[in-house]
């Protein structure tokens, strides 16, 4: 580039030498733009820096020319992707005062370009080329920055370790946490010096021997670049959960957080899980005792109540003339006692039965026990003018005798509770989508169905709806039902619309499942 005509030639002595001058000695790339952004100087290290052609730029080139000329080629923001070139005119346009940006050439080399408004107009563009080490190191310096930020902002401790277990980062969390003291906190700390201060004060580690270990022996755990997970309790009683990840290049990462209230609740939860197992252990011990005093009490029951049923029905047969009306409608009444006594002694033995007497679990093909059902109530299913249908049914695990019970219970009672017109049933099957392995039965019914206010009531042990002559029964089937899916490890429920009818739901397990 040839100089202004004003530069003095190198006849001139050093102390008159023209500033310009001095500018072509630089190592940065100069342009001195007027205050309407039109070019008033550059030094040839300027034109080598962008590889402008030969002649292209002049003296009073507007800066617009030289940034679309750069834009086209491929000149870019190296830190920003998503600005243009354009937008960096415009901050200068704009006189947004002194600043810094680094445009990546298309070669891949990256230069700094330095903004700085001149007095009374103008500005100077300084340029200079970032080698590839200053990049890397300016990018480690913003990304230790960065780190810094994130690990000051976290509830837990970070400790990070480089190849040689030196600390190359670390929050104040990790040290406030372990209460280690201000001299062990700052970078370049060994791994080493930590460790010993905490073997010397006494803290215990889930991940080493009762004495703690050997220093040479926790020294090459943290350098054979495993994850590890242990607990730490301090001499205060708290407790540290500690993770160590190992990082690609060598070293790790530790992380500490505070899980002294988490084991307390752990500890009280698991008393608590205790009290409560010895109290299901009283009652299932109880229950085992009732179920065999009722077992014991109703077959004790049954010989001297067949005794009094049996002389009841011969004094009617023998002396029935002599008795006169009010006789013969008082033995009626003890007849009838004995007859309704005998019922509920006999429910009462089933109903006791089903935890005591029950078979081991096999699979059960649910087909074959709706026809077992269905043969056994075909007289009652015919005097109703009633239908019985079912979707196909699967096999399930559990004991034959008391499926057949359990829908015989569910569909008798359909049957017998009906309305005015057929009774009509359904059974049907899906697979549980609440509990994996088990399958929903249902038994649906167009009968005289039940308010929402007995539905907890009907399960329970000889508890009637209806009057005693209206419908037959001592209210002991739904019990029993209960009783029966409970034993098969399942729950059973009902929905119901008084004058339209029920269904009554109950899971089983599926075949090969355990109940």
């Known amino acids: 580039m040839a100089a202004p005509k004003h530069i003095k030639t190198a006849e001139h002595v050093p102390g008159d030498l023209d500033p310009w001058v001095i500018l072509e000695a630089l190592s940065q790339g100069i342009a001195v733009f007027d205050s309407d952004a039109h070019l008033l100087h550059h030094n040839q290290r300027f034109i080598e820096l962008f590889d402008f052609p030969e002649g292209f730029v002049n003296p009073g080139m507007p800066l617009g020319e030289i940034v679309e000329f750069n834009r086209a080629r491929g000149v870019k923001d190296h830190n920003n992707p998503y600005a243009t070139l354009g937008d960096l005119a415009g901050r200068i346009e704009r006189r947004a005062g002194a600043f810094r940006v680094e445009l990546e050439l298309p070669d891949g080399h990256v230069l700094a370009l330095r903004h700085a408004p001149l007095p009374g107009g103008g500005f100077v563009n300084t340029y200079t080329r970032i080698t590839s080490r200053s990049i890397a190191e300016e990018e480690k310096r913003r990304n230790l920055e960065l780190l810094q930020d994130v690990l000051a902002n976290m509830a837990d401790g970070v400790r990070v370790f480089d190849e040689e277990l030196k600390l190359i980062a670390f929050n104040k969390r990790a040290f406030e946490m372990m209460d280690i003291p201000k001299e062990f906190q700052r970078i370049g700390m060994s791994y080493e010096s930590l460790a010993e201060f905490t073997r010397r004060r006494g803290d215990y580690d889930s991940d080493a021997s009762s004495d703690l270990a050997s220093m040479e022996e926790r020294l090459a755990r943290a350098r054979e670049g495993v994850g590890r997970s242990s607990l730490q309790q301090l001499p205060d009683g708290r407790i540290i959960q500690k993770r160590r990840n190992p990082m690609p290049g060598g070293g790790f990462v530790s992380t500490y957080s505070d899980i002294t209230s988490l084991k307390r609740a752990e500890a009280a939860l698991a008393e608590k899980a205790g009290e409560l197992e010895a109290a299901l252990d009283d009652l299932r011990r109880s229950n085992t005792e009732l179920e065999q005093f009722a077992y014991v009490a109703s077959h004790d029951l049954q010989e001297p109540l067949r005794m009094v049923g049996s002389y009841c029905q011969l004094l009617a047969r023998r002396y029935g003339d002599k008795l006169g009306e009010d006789g013969k409608e008082f033995v009626g009444f003890a ?181």
């Not at 049914?393 to 009672?413: A, E, H, K, S, Y």
Request: with cysteine; charged share 25%; proline share 6%.
């Open 335 to 515: 007849v009838d006692g004995a007859e309704r006594m005998q019922k509920l002694i006999n429910d009462l033995l089933m109903y006791s039965r089903v935890g005591t007497r029950g078979k081991e679990p096999a699979p059960v093909d649910l087909e074959k026990v709706i026809a077992a059902v269905e043969q056994n109530l075909k007289i009652a299913i015919g005097e109703s003018a009633g239908t019985v249908t079912h979707d196909p049914l699967p096999t399930v695990m559990g004991d034959d005798v008391q499926m057949i019970q359990l829908l015989q219970n569910l569909i008798g009672n359909a049957l017998k509770f009906r309305r005015d017109v057929p009774p009509a049933v359904h059974v049907s099957a899906e697979e549980d989508d609440k509990t994996p392995g088990r399958w929903t039965i249902s038994v649906t019914d167009n009968g005289i169905g039940i308010e929402p206010a007995y539905f907890e009531r009907i399960f329970l042990i000889f508890q009637r709806l209806h009057e005693r002559g209206k419908y037959p029964g001592t209210g002991i089937g739904l019990a029993v039902c209960k009783k029966i899916v409970e034993r098969h490890g399942g729950s059973i429920s009902v929905e119901s619309t008084p004058g339209e009818g029920t269904t009554f739901s109950f899971t089983l397990p599926k075949q090969g499942a355990q109940s």
